[in-house]
């Protein structure tokens, strides 16, 4: 358990945060500059609040009142930085075996490690050989071998482009069978929120606007609004019916609607997910499943639609008409959840869209993907 | 005279010993002066400057009030510790080190501001001590600059003259090093020829030195990269 009940004056606003993070993966999300880095460095050790507590597992790390602020090195917290941060001056064997913190935590062994993150072709090399990807592997497994009871990732794929992103974030899944370990990941990119995440806290100019269950959060406009709008669309919750319904499609119910898209099974996920990664993800009928819809390839049209190819259609109701500057515009449309289509501003007006006109919004089968 | 392999090794030793004593202590200051931020720092800045900017002759006049028999470190360091820098090859060693301490710390101070301070950061995270991380990642990343500071250092010190001369003067086996045995040679009628040879043992070392730390140099940058 860590527990936060901070307040820092920044540059340009005051960090103010009162948080209890329970064991598990929680993203810490929000804009750039909304003061993340702020809570990771706090919690690390590395900025010192002007006021308040901070206490990891019954253990006060920090408290103004009595005195308290333990350095870096006597804190039970590994970071993971977006840099990597990796020691250019020794091998990744030497970075691996640099970590060192007497805590209660049993350490894993090298060899642990080593194989979690598939590091064994690396050991002998120096970090300014390595592709970016494989420099965060091994930052994590140089914060992992500290055997920290707070692991803090800062924006640890950000540097990386969308393959090396998706090969890290299959290792990053391997990290949720450590459950009883508080992990916060810090992230901008919702996509590796729905993917990674047991609960989410969205933050916002130093200010928690909200934290919770992951799917709990999903829906909620605020979240949808840090999200912005084209960035990443709506996100479904579904529930998998037949994993394979005949024609290598899968079949999923989403708030009594039916979804078709290609077998989930056989996805590779919208980051190019490295192979060795696929094995964690939930794909068995029953499971739930997150999709992401982006507004782009949602069309509505005001009846059914008849002899076309699209095979998802969803009725719903036009909850609100967002008219943006040019051609465009946004429709939010409920259809149990919130669903976002881009459309033109031509068509809002010849179909007459506005708040409760009944819409039928078709998704194409091929621009589906789970986000989880 | 002494034979010449005698002045050269004199030198070396004084040279060697002066930059041996003062590398801790030059490493200290450059360290305190890249990573500490305190008031008066401005002064210890201007202090560790000052026999750069001071004549030699000065710095050894100051030499000799301070550590002289009568100086009240040098009786200090006589009573306590039967070390005496008056006359001896130590003094010279003294005066060497304090003349070279400027370039010495000016290098190694730039080598520090070098190191990313974010390494040293993942340094504690990861448990390290901030002494840890000084010797594991802040002093390694920098051996360029410690290197430098070492050779310019060391260079200073076996040009040594003015502070040597006026501190502990001019003492065959003891403190007439090379600069003060050619400037001895010159001022005897038919010493020139002599004096150039040891103009040529100078010039010789000066290039073994320049040499060695450029070898070391590559071998370091090597390393880093």
Request: a positive charge; hydrophobic letters at 45%; proline letters at 5%.
């Amino acid at each position: 358990m860590l527990k936060i009940d901070a307040r820092r004056k920044l540059a340009d606003f005051e960090w103010r945060v009162r948080l209890e993070i329970r064991p598990g993966i929680t993203a810490l999300f929000g804009q750039s500059g909304a003061g993340k880095t702020s809570l990771v460095n706090m919690v690390a050790g590395l900025l010192t609040p002007d006021e308040g507590e901070i206490a990891i597992g019954g253990t006060c790390v920090f408290s103004r009142r009595e005195g308290v602020n333990l350095p870096p090195e006597r804190r039970p917290v590994g970071v993971v930085f977006q840099d990597g941060r990796l020691f250019p001056h020794l091998s990744v064997r030497g970075n691996l075996q640099y970590g060192r913190r007497g805590g209660a935590r049993s350490a894993p062994t090298l060899e642990e490690v080593v194989e979690l993150l598939e590091l064994e072709a690396l050991l002998g090399r120096r970090p300014m050989s390595l592709s970016g990807g494989e420099q965060q592997r091994v930052a994590i497994g140089r914060a992992l071998l500290t055997a920290p009871d707070v692991l803090l990732l800062d924006e640890p794929l950000a540097g990386l482009d969308g393959e090396r992103r998706g090969e890290v974030l299959g290792f990053l899944e391997r990290l949720k069978r450590d459950s009883d370990r508080v992990i916060v990941y810090v992230t901008h990119r919702i996509e590796e929120v729905v993917r990674l995440a047991d609960r989410l806290v969205l933050i916002d100019r130093g200010v928690i606007r909200s934290s919770g269950e992951l799917q709990d959060l999903l829906g909620r406009p605020e979240l949808q609004a840090s999200i912005g709008q084209q960035s990443a669309g709506a996100l479904l919750r579904c529930r998998i019916e037949h994993i394979d319904d005949g024609d290598g499609l899968s079949r999923l119910s989403c708030s009594g609607h039916t979804l078709l898209l290609p077998r989930l099974d056989l996805q590779s996920g919208s980051e190019g997910v490295a192979p060795s990664s696929r094995a964690g993800r939930p794909r068995s009928q029953g499971a739930d499943v997150v999709l992401q819809v982006r507004a782009g390839d949602v069309s509505l049209s005001l009846e059914p639609p008849r002899q076309s190819s699209v095979l998802n259609v969803m009725s719903g109701m036009v909850e609100r008409v967002v008219q943006e500057d040019g051609a465009l515009a946004d429709v939010v449309v409920n259809v149990g959840q919130t669903l976002w289509a881009r459309v033109t501003r031509r068509s809002v007006r010849e179909l007459g869209l506005s708040t409760g006109v009944r819409v039928y919004a078709t998704i194409k089968a091929a621009s589906l993907y789970s986000a989880n | 005279m002494t034979p010449v392999w005698e002045i050269a090794a004199l030198s070396l030793k004084v040279s060697l010993w002066a930059v041996a004593c003062s590398l801790p202590v030059g490493i200290a200051c450059a360290w305190v002066l890249a990573r500490c931020r305190f008031p008066g720092k401005i002064l210890l800045d201007g202090l560790v400057h000052l026999p750069l900017v001071t004549p030699p002759v000065v710095v050894g006049y100051l030499l000799l009030i301070v550590l002289g028999r009568n100086g009240w470190l040098g009786r200090l360091f006589h009573d306590w510790f039967g070390i005496t820098f008056t006359f001896t090859w130590k003094g010279a060693a003294v005066a060497a080190a304090v003349m070279a301490f400027p370039l010495m710390v000016r290098a190694i101070r730039l080598g520090i501001e070098s190191v990313d301070r974010r390494l040293e950061e993942a340094a504690r995270t990861l448990g390290a001590t901030p002494a840890r991380s000084l010797f594991t990642v802040t002093l390694p990343l920098a051996a360029p600059g410690l290197l430098t500071g070492t050779l310019l250092a060391f260079a200073r010190c076996l040009g040594e003259f003015g502070a040597t001369i006026t501190f502990v003067s001019n003492v065959p086996g003891q403190t007439r090093t090379l600069p003060l045995a050619i400037y001895t040679l010159l001022q005897t009628p038919e010493g020139e020829t002599a004096a150039a040879w040891l103009a040529g043992v100078s010039l010789a070392l000066a290039i073994v030195a320049l040499a060695g730390s450029e070898l070391a140099a590559r071998a370091v940058r090597k390393r880093l990269n």
